[in-house]
């Protein structure tokens, strides 16, 4: 039956990401998606720099990368997921599909761990009946093209949960061991994770086991958890609270609304059901490997709304994949409880699981594939502007919403990893705002300011995203009127390629005549350092 559960995890993720798109579509669909690639692409390069003896200083490369390529994430979240991903990239390359197979690959390991535990739990028919349920589900889907840590998150902070519990089982050095590394492997991917620090108290408190507070190892794994990650927090801590303010207080009544059902991946059945298969299957320890098992899960689980509810991090829904996946699980287990009693009663076990498992898949986001938004255009801009030996070393100006712009900027990375050219954002280069684009301020207020710009830099390309997302900010429209009125200016590409002009997207621009190189980036204000970086 496991070997069922791999298959079906495997060739179902496979499904979602073909169905979706993930392979075909551009890069960097989400304002972070973009950030989490370029970043990666950077980490792989870094690398490749020190294999090649070349030591230089992480943050003197980082901030020279991100005047090349100005999307990068590293310092609002924590390296892990960077070194993970870069690795992966220095052994199969920086291509879009490389990327999605990490993706893919995230995917399926984190489902098949929900499978084994719900196969545990509650049988191994249910198992497959829960990993079935959330591959079915629209909420699951969005994960298989975003590149996000979150996957890897989710996999990595259930199996310290695990560990924790086998260190529950037999307490020792041996045992903190493994659940402090794996602690600190997922603090270090993605700081919601900080939430394992509430796992150890709530995990003491269902149980009953108060007997570990007295342990040396139980508070030695802390502080070596604490030891390890702290610096980093620490030094990063003005960028935390630079960027994480935009939440602030709204965080408890963010993420009650996604558990009582104010968003449509979840509802106040699947919460119930959760509970009461939460209540069902954990408690006081018995000294069984079910209960000791249940036990670390709704830990995990409370310890994950527990930290969302108090920290300034925000709701969003990504970042509830865990909390979804372990509803999922006490919400089957639930079945599996219910399904028991009912054979009491003459009614076969199997058949109460059934119509209760339909019951429960009914009441959830049983929704279509969950479609990656259309290709816009940007991976064949960033074809067209890779391709010209004439444009090598200019400078290249994006102007579309945060996501729009990174997308540009992870498509270069994915074909140039090595910066051939400077990439300038119109959000950064006209205008200035922090990282939630809030106080805005314009720096060119006329065409003929904008137009000023560009030729003393000076600018060879410019990339005019026509979507409007989230409104046409002034800089967006002075730039698009600038390059369509000048005659400096033609028309070199519009994009997707084959469309009517009422359906395109993207156009690009370039600059009539001699290009000339970018020979110093502008200095551009970065909302995760706060400060301006750059040549001049």
């Known amino acids: 039956m496991r070997a069922a559960g791999l298959v079906l995890c495997i060739l179902g993720v496979l499904l979602i990401q073909w169905q979706a798109g993930a392979y075909r579509g551009d890069l960097g669909v ?44 590293i310092g609002q979240w924590p390296p892990g997921f960077y070194l993970i991903e870069g690795a992966w990239m220095l052994l199969f390359g920086t291509s879009r599909s490389a990327v999605m197979v990490l993706l893919g690959l995230s995917m399926a390991a984190a489902l098949y761990m929900v499978y084994e535990l719900a196969a545990r739990l509650a049988g191994p028919w249910l198992g497959l009946g829960t990993a079935a349920l959330l591959l079915s589900m629209g909420s699951f889907h969005r994960f298989c093209y975003q590149v996000q840590p979150d996957l890897i998150l989710a996999g990595v902070a259930m199996a310290a949960a695990l560990a924790f519990g086998r260190y529950a089982a037999e307490p020792g050095w041996g045992a903190a061991g493994a659940w402090t590394l794996l602690a600190v492997l997922a603090i270090l991917i993605k700081g919601n994770a900080l939430a394992l620090a509430f796992l150890p108290p709530i995990y003491v408190g269902i149980s009953r086991r108060f007997d570990l507070l007295r342990r040396v190892d ?88 527990a930290f969302h509810s108090l920290s300034p991090v925000g709701a969003g829904r990504r970042k509830h994949l865990l909390t979804l996946m372990l509803l999922i699980l006490f919400a089957v287990i639930c079945v599996d409880v219910l399904a028991r009693w009912a054979a009491r009663w003459k009614v076969p076990r199997w058949a109460a699981a059934f119509v209760l498992f339909v019951g429960l898949a009914w009441a959830t986001d049983l929704q279509r ?8 255009g940007m991976r064949e801009a960033a074809v067209q502007i890779a391709g010209d030996p004439l444009l090598r070393g200019a400078a290249v100006l994006v102007s579309s919403e945060g996501a729009g712009e990174g997308s540009l900027i992870a498509e270069l990375a994915s074909l140039e990893p090595e910066p051939q050219r400077y990439v300038l954002r119109a959000s950064q280069l006209l205008a200035r705002s922090d990282w939630y684009d809030r106080r805005y301020e314009l720096k060119t207020p006329s065409t003929g300011a904008v137009a000023r710009l560009l030729d003393s830099l000076p600018v060879a390309v410019v990339v005019i995203d026509h979507r409007r997302g989230r409104g046409r900010p002034p800089h967006h429209s002075l730039l698009a009127q600038t390059v369509q009125e000048s005659s400096a200016w033609e028309l070199a590409g519009a994009y997707p390629q084959h469309a009517s002009r009422s359906d395109i997207l993207v156009d690009l621009y370039r600059r009539r005549g001699e290009i000339r190189p970018l020979t110093k980036p502008p200095r551009v204000y970065s909302g995760t350092l706060g400060r301006e970086i750059g040549g001049f």
């Not at 003896?53 to 490369?61: A, G, K, S």
């Not at 106040?268 to 298969?277: D, E, I, K, R, S």
């Not at 594939?369 to 816009?376: D, E, G, Q, S």
Request: glycine share 10%; with cysteine.
């Open 30 to 73: 989400t304002d972070d998606s973009g950030a989490h690639f370029v970043t990666g692409v950077m980490v792989r390069q870094y690398a490749l720099a020190l294999l090649n003896f070349d030591f230089q200083h992480p943050l003197r490369f980082a901030e020279d990368y991100y005047t090349h390529y100005p999307k990068l994430g």
């Open 218 to 305: 139980f508070w030695g794994a802390a502080a070596v958890v604490a030891a390890i990650c702290g610096p980093w927090y620490w030094f990063t801590r003005d960028i935390w609270a630079r960027v994480n303010t935009k939440a602030g207080t709204a965080a408890f009544g963010l993420y009650a609304d996604v558990v009582l059902g104010g968003l449509s991946h979840l509802g106040l059945p699947l919460v119930a059901a959760a509970l009461a298969g939460a209540v069902a299957a954990g408690g006081r320890d018995d000294g069984s490997a079910r209960r000791r098992l249940a036990n670390a899960m709704a830990a995990l689980l409370l310890a994950w709304i």
């Open 369 to 376: 594939f969950h479609l990656l938004p259309k290709p816009v």
